[in-house]
């Protein structure tokens, strides 16, 4: 799994816990939907300063979203390397 998938699924999963839909968020962080569609699939690779944009909609520190990324990102590294 690619960094850009694992930030695009923390961005999701934040986004949902929120009940906060992508045209919202998207809204909120004065960015395209369609380009909050990409980043949640993990095809389009967002400028830091989108990143802090899309953390303030989200209402998270920027801080708390690198942290989620980064657990996200051990997660998929660990599934990748486990004996199977």
Do not use: C, H, W
């Amino acid at each position: 799994m690619s960094e850009l998938t694992s930030l695009g699924r923390v961005v999701r999963r934040l986004r949902v816990e929120r009940g906060i839909s992508q045209e919202g968020l998207a809204a909120m962080a004065s960015i395209d939907r369609t380009f909050i569609g990409e980043i949640e699939r993990g095809v389009a690779n967002p400028s830091f300063e989108v990143v802090e944009r899309i953390a303030s909609g989200l209402g998270v520190k920027m801080s708390d979203l690198v942290r989620a990324y980064e657990q996200e990102t051990d997660r998929t590294t660990e599934r990748r390397y486990l004996p199977s």
